[in-house]
């Protein structure tokens, strides 16, 4: 089964270490100030030329307050005043990058993050979504992944009927924990009521898929209670469910620092939340799909598992991973085949730059050959827990144990070890070794030597 989990806490203990998410490779730590808004637009014009279908990323930076542990980018005001200019410059970011691309090209996924996207009115958001319909073909027969996340605290049914008619259909909302001990320690009090609120519009209005975000690690949190905020959001039957591992990184992510260290949980308790959680989501039906994310056996992430389709991209598991990603908004990044690019990260920066009628790109790579082939095999540890050599043969024309001669002492290791299988002809991770894929993957990046000074979360 590809769901199936074996819990070793020795191994875990052993291998448990700091390192990237792969949401990419190369990752974002390497991209570099050398690619601009001239690559970004040669990649549009390639991507029209060859015809891609799309998945777009909206970054809306806002929020009313600010919660201790959160590490996006962000902008904490309660002037929603503020939401106009933004969204201004906005509809000209679209302007600027769609008149690149194709009206053949249709957009497949959609996904708004931040911030609080529903910090814009509902005049904001239509008026946003009439400019994305006006300058690209977003798929309009609700079989697109359209996505949006939602704050419990700052939406009610209008909100989720307006979304609704916007054409969203799939809703992901942050919850964390459910003890309001644990809540007044991060800044974000939100009870179970107003959660529950949420995904009831969401089934009675008919949105396909509710995700539900939960941290372990936080502060003051403890196995049990831990345990129950989990049972109850079990009890909600979300379609996905993630749970991330809190990475307390004060030095980078001011908020950060207004959480009592003293008051985060042990190295032991933690890892007790983790396996306690994984039991309960396993025996209520859920499938573990890789990293932190759970989904139901008819969940198309799931599906996509199961039937070798799985893909992973800048948004997380996905099953569009064949689209060309284009980020709008600050800090946003896109992916247009071997090109990486991010906007400025800095909201005053990223406005002057559109009101100067450019790109805002400040950063980003693009792939080299060798760039591309530990990629393609990061990127099927990750998804399907296996790679099969010669499929890499045929993809990219090199040996296996050749190309990658200096990972294969450690990969022996760990398959002495039990957490993978490595023969003659593929590389299977076994259950043992599935919560620690990203280690695995680690074994197959190029660049992390010269990433030790970066601060990353623990894989586990």
């Known amino acids: 089964m590809l769901d199936s989990i074996r819990w070793d806490t020795d191994l875990i203990r052993r291998y448990d270490q700091a390192g990237p998410r792969y949401t990419s490779y190369p990752t974002a730590v390497q991209f570099n100030g050398r690619i601009g808004s001239f690559e970004l637009l040669h990649a549009l014009r390639g991507s029209r030329h060859a015809g891609r279908p799309l998945s777009l990323y909206v970054h809306i930076p806002f929020c009313a307050n600010v919660c201790y542990y959160c590490a996006c980018n962000k902008v904490i005001t309660k002037d929603h005043g503020r939401a106009l200019p933004y969204l201004e410059r906005l509809e000209k970011e679209i302007e600027l990058v769609a008149c690149h691309l194709g009206p053949q090209q249709v957009v497949e996924q959609l996904h708004l993050g931040g911030g609080t996207p ?71 009090m939100q009870t179970l009521e107003q959660t529950t609120t949420i995904i009831d519009a969401a089934r009675t209005l008919q949105y396909r898929s509710v995700n539900i975000d939960l941290i372990y690690g936080l502060p003051l949190q403890t196995p049990a209670g831990f345990a129950r905020s989990v049972e109850a959001i079990i009890g909600l039957q979300p379609d996905r469910l993630s749970l991330f591992n809190y990475a307390h990184l004060p030095e980078r992510f001011m908020p950060q620092r207004r959480i009592e260290a003293s008051q985060l949980p042990s190295p032991v308790d933690k890892l007790a939340m983790l396996q306690r959680s994984i039991e309960q989501l396993t025996d209520a039906g859920y499938r573990y799909i890789g990293m932190d994310h759970f989904a139901l056996p008819d969940d198309d992430l799931a599906m996509a598992q199961e039937d070798g389709l799985l893909q992973r991209n800048f948004q997380g598991y996905t099953t569009h991973g064949h689209c060309d990603l284009i980020g709008l908004g600050v800090s946003a990044i896109s992916q247009l085949g071997d090109l990486y690019c991010q906007n400025a990260s800095d909201i005053g920066a990223y406005q002057e730059a559109i ?46 144990r050749t190309y990658f001669a200096d990972a294969l002492p450690m990969l022996e290791q760990m398959a002495a070890d039990g957490l993978l299988e490595l023969d003659d002809t593929q590389l299977l991770v076994q259950p043992a070794g599935r919560l620690l894929i990203r280690a695995i993957c680690m074994q197959f990046d190029h660049y992390l030597p010269e990433q030790r000074g970066q601060r990353f979360s623990r894989v586990v």
């Open 118 to 188: 529903t910090f814009f009115s509902h005049d904001e958001l239509r008026r946003l979504m009439a400019a994305l319909r006006r300058h690209f073909h977003l798929q309009d027969d609700d079989h697109g992944d359209f996505s949006i996340e939602i704050d419990p605290r700052e939406a009610d049914w209008s909100t989720m009927g307006l979304l609704r008619e916007l054409g969203f259909n799939r809703i992901s909302i942050g919850v964390q924990d459910l003890d309001p001990q644990v809540q007044r320690a991060v800044n974000r």
């Open 355 to 400: 009101d100067r009628g450019q790109l805002t790109t400040a950063r980003g790579l693009r792939c080299n050959e060798d760039d591309r082939i530990r990629r393609f095999v990061i990127q099927k540890l990750i998804c399907d827990f296996e790679l099969q050599f010669a499929e890499l043969q045929r993809a990219h024309g090199v040996e296996f």
